[in-house]
């Protein structure tokens, strides 16, 4: 099943700082996450500072969990709207 992950990092939260000292982690997992197949195209917002992710797994949970695995969500930084396909 396909999923379409909105992400929007919570600048109001958050300084650009604290982003950028986990950039490098975010980028790292979600390449990992591209190349097991899991996210299948990965598109940065050009409205506001965040991510839309072309995601494949077999639910709904299944591909919560997959985005819940990056550093932004880990620390809370970002908010992630899911729509199934």
Known sequence: MYFLAITRRRVERFTQAEFDAR???????????Y??????AIHS???VPGAVI?????????????????PLAIHEMMDVELIPM
């Open 23 to 33: 950039l490098g982690e975010e980028v790292d997992c979600a390449r990992a996450l």
């Open 35 to 40: 190349a097991a197949g899991t996210f299948r």
């Open 54 to 70: 072309a995601v494949e797994a077999e639910d709904l949970g299944a591909a919560r969990a997959a985005v819940a695995t990056l």
């Open 45 to 47: 917002r050009g409205d």
